[in-house]
């Protein structure tokens, strides 16, 4: 159980700093690109630039092509998982990604993975851990 108590912990800290890292970048782009943040202007999103710029070199596109494989990897494991495990609304996890960020939405699912793992091996008393 404290290995579990851990993994949760540690997912959890990186759920909040998939949040506001990425989103940190995403107030500088909203101001760089209409020149201060507001909710119109993050309302008014201007995606083709943003294309544009994840895609400006080949270092950015390293990156944008490694973080788009990796959370399609994850969106595969998100569905098959949370239909194993009999997850509710485990959907949202995938919706997170696009709405909010990879850095955000992977790590909150694998909470929740965690969480529902620790339930199931509570209420069964055997183990659910996949190695």
């Not at 202007?41 to 973080?67: E, M």
């Not at 509710?88 to 960020?101: D, H, N, T």
């Not at 620790?118 to 209420?123: I, K, Q, R, S």
Request: proline share 3%; aromatic share 14%.
């Amino acid at each position: 159980m404290p290995g579990t108590l851990i993994r949760q912990v540690v997912y959890a800290v990186l759920t909040v700093i998939g949040f506001i890292w990425t989103n940190y970048y995403l107030v500088q782009f909203t101001i760089a690109t209409k020149g201060e943040f507001t909710a119109t202007n993050l309302l008014n999103f201007d995606l083709p630039t943003f294309i544009d710029q994840v895609y400006a070199n080949p270092a950015s596109s390293f990156i944008g092509v490694d973080v788009t494989l990796g959370a399609l990897c994850a969106i595969l494991l998100i569905a098959t998982e949370g239909q194993r495990l009999k997850m509710k609304r485990w959907g949202l996890y995938i919706a997170s990604i696009f709405l909010v960020s990879f850095g955000f939405g992977f790590p909150l699912f694998l909470f929740a993975r965690e969480r529902k793992l620790a339930e199931l091996t509570t209420a069964t008393g055997e183990s659910h851990e996949t190695t």
